[in-house]
């Protein structure tokens, strides 16, 4: 955060599609965000992507849609609730620009859109391309310099190695070489908060009369900290599992 108590804008990155989507993904408390790690070890919140959209989906009572974007790695799904505006500005066919962040769902990695921009300009694509081959090149000129550091510095590498890169760049490398163990289970959804998660949305179906339940209600109704439960809640309205019509309610989409 910010001196003035303001949370602080997140850089959104460069990346292939086919890394966004099969990297792990990990959640965290209050006011941290919640991030992405590729296998190649980038450290993504918001990202930047320019690809083409394939497909175009929206509901009976527009208040969900979706664009399929194919970059030509992988297809992506970006999500709108609500808020339709940036998903009517494209057509299926169109070259694009998407700017938002990264989320998770049932397993399905996919993008909030903060902007949608249709791109006239065709070469877009492989300049987009050539910018993250850039930052590639710089993560395994990084992964080769951490080979290093563990051959002559075997005690205090990992510290030495982050003075240099940076710690959030370091963690999203170290990271990466685990992504298929058991390590990363510290920061990921665990088993409680996906049973309290389950608990807080039958509480809204319990409570729910037609205007959404309020929290109070909730945080009454669920046996948990007032805590867990707002944190739990934030994050189902981060994925676009529910909304707020109003404030003080949640109601799910």
């Not at 929206?58 to 998903?87: C, H, M, P, S, W």
């Not at 694009?96 to 962040?101: A, F, T, Y």
């Not at 070489?177 to 920061?187: I, R």
């Not at 949305?201 to 046996?223: H, M, N």
Request: charged content about 40%; some cysteine; hydrophobic content about 30%.
């Amino acid at each position: 955060m910010n001196m003035d108590g303001k949370q602080k804008r997140l850089t959104s990155r460069r990346a292939l599609v086919e890394d966004i989507v099969s990297g792990s993904y990990f959640r965290r408390e209050g006011f941290q965000s919640n991030y992405l790690v590729t296998q190649r070890g980038q450290r993504l919140s918001r990202v930047k992507i320019v690809g083409t959209v394939v497909t175009k989906f929206v509901n009976e009572g527009e208040t969900y849609a979706f664009l399929v974007i194919d970059d030509g790695t992988e297809t992506v799904r970006a999500k709108f609730f609500q808020d339709l505006e940036n998903y009517e500005k494209v057509e299926e066919g169109d070259l694009v620009l998407v700017i938002g962040k990264v989320q998770e769902y049932e397993g399905e990695i996919y993008v909030n859109p903060e902007v949608v921009r249709k791109v006239e300009d065709k070469n877009m694509l492989s300049l987009n391309l050539a910018e993250i081959a850039r930052e590639l090149k710089g993560l395994e000129e990084d992964k080769k310099r951490l080979e290093e550091l563990r051959e002559e510095k075997p005690d205090s590498h990992d510290e030495i190695f982050a003075e240099e890169v940076g710690i959030e760049r370091a963690e999203a490398i170290l990271k990466s070489e685990d992504l298929d163990g058991s390590d990363l289970e510290e920061e990921s959804d665990d088993e409680d908060t996906g049973e309290l998660r389950k608990e807080i949305l039958e509480s809204i179906d319990k409570i729910d009369e037609g205007e959404g339940a309020s929290y109070q209600e909730i945080i009454e109704d669920v046996d948990a900290s007032e805590n867990d439960i707002d944190s739990v809640i934030n994050d189902l309205l981060t994925d676009g599992t529910c909304f707020e019509p109003r404030p003080g309610k949640i109601k799910k989409l």
